[in-house]
DNA sequence: AAGAGGCCCTGATAGC
DNA sequence: TGCTATCAGGGCCTCT
């Protein structure tokens, strides 16, 4: 599901219900994930209160009482899901097993006093993580680049990492070592924006194109957050409401159409870069 | 050392 | 209907 904006809905939808709560317990049903979930999570985080949600880029981060935190990274598929309690007498694995549950990828159940928050991943490229100081949170963190709307996504350092880079700056924008937050669906719509064709090289962006890159990059970004995120493929916030920024999308998934641009006449095409889908018009996107 | 490509996984859909 | 191939909001690892 998940880009920076989609991130952000879970968050948002999350914080309301979670702060402040304490996870009662923890339930693991499957532990492979991108990387194995640790066997003793239930013992670090059962019984512990959330002080807050943080979001770094494409990161969910739910931060304890205490100096605690664990970091859920969503990978393509990764969802949660609130769900309300039927009996919160009833612990047991079977029970959480209904009908009514996508319970075929339920990685974890955390388990609140009159609900449980689910985290659902059918091709298993997320993953969940523990750390017990800030330290070493900040330090698994500390080869991502900055997110757009931090201080860090700015003018200068963008011109500086620009600079020598042969790589072009579609794959730029999804490299995270450079921006965190911006995937695939995004990329293109930024670059549409922006005039930019996507196979230009980061050394060969020009100034003016840098500026175009941050201010569309959080033009696009909000607008995705405004409208609830993008649901393409099922996306939805925890409770279960769909994004509608898939029908603002002025390139992703539009191949064939025409370019919305006023008196372009042009039609938008899918172009691989890296073996991933890649869309944009030729005639506004040319250099 | 930067950049390209393979690979990890399941599920939905298109085409035969 | 049922097979196979392709593609999907990501990113780590290996090789050059």
């Known amino acids: 599901m998940p880009e920076l904006p989609e991130v952000e809905i879970v968050k948002q939808s999350l914080i309301k219900s979670v702060q402040f709560k304490k996870i009662n317990n923890l339930i693991i049903n499957n532990r492979n994930l991108r990387f194995k979930i640790e ?42 899901h609130q769900v309300k309690n039927k009996n919160k007498f009833k ?15 339920n990685h974890v ?37 900055p997110d ?3 201080n860090g996504f700015n003018f200068k350092y963008l011109k500086k990492y620009l600079i020598n880079k042969t790589k072009n700056i579609k794959n730029l924008l999804l490299d995270q070592k450079f921006i965190s937050g911006i995937g695939n669906i995004y990329a293109s719509e930024i670059l549409f924006y922006s005039k930019i064709n996507p196979l230009k090289k980061g050394k ?17 970004l909000s607008k995705a957050i405004k409208k609830g995120g993008s649901s393409i493929r099922n996306f939805k916030n925890t409770k279960g409401k769909i994004g509608s920024y898939q ?21 938008i095409v899918k172009i691989n870069i890296s073996k991933r889908s890649t869309f944009i018009c030729k005639y506004c996107q040319k250099k």
């Open 247 to 267: 029908e603002e999308f002025v390139v992703y998934n539009r191949e064939n159409k025409n370019c919305k641009r006023k008196n372009c006449k042009e039609k």
């Open 109 to 145: 159940y955390f388990l609140f006093d009159n609900f449980k928050i689910i985290y659902n991943d059918p091709r298993r490229f997320g993953f969940i993580k523990y750390f017990n100081s800030n330290d070493k949170l900040n330090f698994f963190l500390r080869n991502y680049g």
């Open 39 to 80: 066997k003793n999570l239930k013992k670090k985080i059962a019984n512990k209160r959330i002080k807050n949600i943080l979001r770094k880029s494409k990161y969910l981060i739910i931060n304890f009482e205490k100096d605690e935190y664990l970091l859920i990274h969503f990978g393509m598929s990764g969802t949660l």
């Open 148 to 150: 757009p709307f931090e």
């Open 91 to 105: 612990t047991n694995l079977s029970f959480y097993h209904s009908k009514n549950l996508p319970n075929d990828h």
């Open 204 to 220: 060969n962006i020009s100034q003016y194109e840098i500026n175009k890159i941050i201010k569309k990059t959080k033009f696009v």
